[in-house]
């Protein structure tokens, strides 16, 4: 990948342009000026500019991924904000908002100044989510209000379930006076046990103790409630389970004001791969049956879920190694996410490119308040140019992030980011 | 001849070589009842036994086993605390690795270990018992012992009784019976039958008497009351009640139930003392087929010379 910085003038040429926001695709030029968009469709061509041939490629927003982990404060070894950024510009993503489970975690208006202020030295635009619970422990709720004024732009003890529900409740309640969504890892701690992997006939022939499906839906169902109830914004992170989707389907057609959002792993991978005890698969919640992977693909056909996004986790090699139980979960995934998820979406289950794109784009940043009208005149570009064709395999030269935890190594992609435009530079993937 | 470099667990281990462990296990066991019970079939391989875990029966009978047969042993117990590092896990294999060895012999708290094992390593690897996963070596010894006492295995009616759940005994005697043509029941507290293994080809019972009235033999496991931080089933007096093998209930059947036990008993609890002592208890046919079975796993897995008469 190489990074520089835009030319005062660069065309776009000859791509296919979707705009995402008003629904509309041709073919066209797409010219960058200071880096701004300046014009779309028909555009002059300045002596100096520079041009880029987009012929068969797809010229669209910049990708945004409203979940990641990037581990700064405290585990920089794993990943900090500026190896994060640069794992994002791979993907194609041109905003990120990283989770608070760092160490410490991000839970004052202090922590979510020093990523805001870390945040502005790095090629891409990172939000801070803040901690639902101080230390997220569960028991009390952060100072949200000043939180947000600092730049929390959502809450969140991703990694960790708010088992309490009167917690919930009151993050839920604090969370409309501030008109931000609350995310709950959606897990019920009990039920889920000492769970390591999907509870199903694969758990059970592994020896491994399984997380049974219920344990999501249970959390999911009280969330939903509560939100209903004090009419607040929930956002639904990795939905698994087939069970999660009917509720949110249901509760959905009665209360408007809830989102979710879905993996690729999840959307990608069944359990039966984990037959080889591959540490790279431990996640949480964890890849689920063939019958979830399903339901959560047409859930994203029918809008039942909102948006994608990869809940990137990198963990060292050494931790990794370990025995699949004493494994940390999580993977990443900002690298390999549009290749994967075109193959499963477009190629394989008959989505529009374009839908996917939105899926990616205008409708992750409509939940987190983002603009998301990207490519009107004079707007920063935040461009993300592929070629959905492409087919490749992907491997550890394509990860720019600190870590390697990726179960997609040696797997057949189609789909591939080969430019991302944002805060004036040019990556070219 | 054998068509797998390790034995890593029976889910879908090939019969014949089951088979041909069996056969050869019942060689051994008449060098066992000879007065000079050593034959030199592994001089000269070294056999390294890592145990994270203690496990006094299995180990000694490998150590056995190893020394019947004229291998080298090295014992290696690693202590619980290095367990709970990766690292050390991946630091340790390769050391002994490096000092040229034949075979690894492992016992680990953690499923999939042994497998896992196989990457860092060139040598044989055996598993000794990984966690709730598998126990290869007891299933065949348990298949040899249902073998000696029944002539086959095939069309064998077996039930196996108690903790399913957390029984690496319970899923490898599965897959080798099902594999051999038996029939299987298991019987216990739901709590300890995990779902779907219903999967595996087998039934589920929770009347013990039915089973007992069904079945050629039952294979009763420990009851691990260390294992239960939650409690999940309410007292061993219950316990006892509904599913122990005691003396009452194993007189109300008139057929000779066959009874195994892989060891250690918790006498008393899921079974009686006289039912252990009895007649139609195998257990100790099954601690002298343990050795005979793995003298007969070494010797086929790491190419040992035939024996010179
Ligand atoms: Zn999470």
């Known amino acids: ?429 | 001849m054998m068509t797998e470099k390790h034995l890593l667990g029976l889910e879908g281990y090939p019969a014949e070589n089951i088979e041909t462990i069996i056969d050869t296990a019942f060689g051994f066991r008449e060098v066992l009842e000879r007065p000079i019970k050593k034959v030199p079939s592994l001089q000269g391989k070294t056999i390294v036994n890592l145990f994270y875990e203690n496990s006094t029966r299995t180990r000694i009978s490998f150590e056995l086993a190893q020394k019947r047969l004229s291998a080298d042993t090295i014992n290696f117990s690693a202590s619980s605390s290095s367990v709970n590092k990766g690292e050390s896990f991946k630091d340790t294999v390769q050391n002994i690795e490096a000092m040229k060895i034949d075979a690894i012999v492992m016992r680990h708290p953690h499923p999939g270990a042994p497998l896992h094992l196989t990457k860092f390593v060139d040598a044989v690897v055996i598993n000794a018992g990984d966690g709730t996963h598998e126990h290869p070596t007891q299933a065949i010894l348990d298949l040899m012992s249902l073998k000696e006492h029944f002539g086959k295995i095939k069309g064998l009616k077996v039930g196996i009784i108690g903790d399913i759940s957390h029984s690496r005994v319970a899923l490898s005697n599965i897959h080798g019976l099902i594999n051999l043509g038996a029939k299987v029941t298991l019987c216990g507290p739901p709590t300890l039958i995990p779902k779907y293994i219903e999967k595996l080809g087998v039934n589920i019972s929770y009347n013990v008497d039915e089973v007992m009235d069904w079945a050629d033999a039952i294979n009763v496991l420990r009851i691990q009351m260390e294992r239960m931080g939650v409690g999940l089933f309410p007292s061993t007096r219950e316990y006892r009640n509904l599913f122990g093998i005691t003396h009452e209930r194993l007189n109300k059947h008139n057929k000779k139930l066959v009874i195994m036990h892989p060891g250690p008993m918790n006498r008393g609890v899921e079974i009686d003392s006289n039912v252990a002592d009895s007649e139609q208890a195998i257990i100790l046919d099954q601690v002298l087929n343990g050795v005979a079975s793995r003298m007969a796993i070494l010797y086929l897995l790491l190419g040992g010379k035939q024996e010179e008469n």
């Open chain 1, 1 to 429: 990948m190489k990074i520089t910085k835009l030319n005062k003038n660069t065309i776009f040429k000859n791509g296919t342009i979707y705009d995402p926001y008003n629904q509309k695709k041709f073919k066209g030029d797409l010219l960058v000026s200071n880096g701004k968009i300046k014009q779309i469709g028909k555009v002059d061509y300045p002596k100096d500019a520079k041009i880029i041939n987009c012929e068969g490629l797809i010229v669209t927003h910049g990708f945004c991924d409203i979940h990641v982990h990037f581990r700064e404060p405290g585990r920089e070894d794993k990943e900090t904000l500026v190896t994060g950024a640069k794992a994002a510009l791979a993907g194609g993503f041109t905003r990120v908002c990283v989770m608070p489970n760092t160490d410490p975690p991000l839970d004052d208006p202090e922590s979510i100044r020093f990523i805001v202020e870390k945040a502005a030295e790095t090629p891409v635009h990172i939000h801070p989510i803040g901690a639902i619970s101080k230390g997220q422990k569960g028991s009390e709720i952060t100072e949200m209000g000043a939180m947000k004024d600092e730049g929390a732009i959502a809450f969140s003890d991703d990694g960790i379930p708010v088992q309490n529900a009167y917690v919930m409740r009151l993050a839920l309640e604090y969370g409309k006076m501030i008109g931000v969504p609350i995310i709950n890892h959606a897990e019920d701690i009990p039920l889920r046990n000492e769970g390591v992997m999907n509870e199903s006939e694969v758990s059970t022939r592994l020896g491994l103790v399984g997380n049974p499906d219920m344990a999501e839906a249970i959390m999911i169902q009280r969330d939903l409630d509560i939100a209903e109830t004090v009419s607040s914004k929930l956002h639904v992170p990795h939905v698994s389970t087939k069970k999660a989707v009917n509720l949110i389907e249901k509760m959905k057609a009665q209360y408007s004001y809830i989102t979710a959002e879905v993996t690729p792993h999840h959307l990608y991978f069944n359990d039966s791969a984990l037959t080889t005890y591959d540490t790279n698969l431990k996640v949480a919640p964890p890849i689920r049956s063939e019958k979830d992977r399903k339901s959560l693909i047409s859930a994203l056909k029918n809008g039942i879920i909102d948006c994608i996004v990869t809940d990137h986790a990198p963990h060292t090699i050494e931790e990794k190694e370990a025995p699949f139980e004493l494994a940390p979960f999580g993977m990443i995934g900002l690298e390999s996410c549009f290749g994967a998820v075109n193959k499963i979406l477009v190629k394989n289950n008959g989505f529009k490119i374009e839908k996917l794109i939105d899926l990616l784009t205008i409708n992750p940043r409509q939940i987190m308040g983002f603009d998301s009208n990207l490519f009107n005149i004079g707007c920063e570009a935040e461009i993300t140019v592929i070629d959905p064709q492409e087919e490749w395999t992907f491997s550890k030269n394509d990860i720019y992030s600190r870590s390697i935890n990726s179960p997609f190594l040696s797997e057949k992609l189609k789909g591939k980011v080969k430019f991302t435009i944002v805060k004036g530079m040019l990556a070219e993937v």
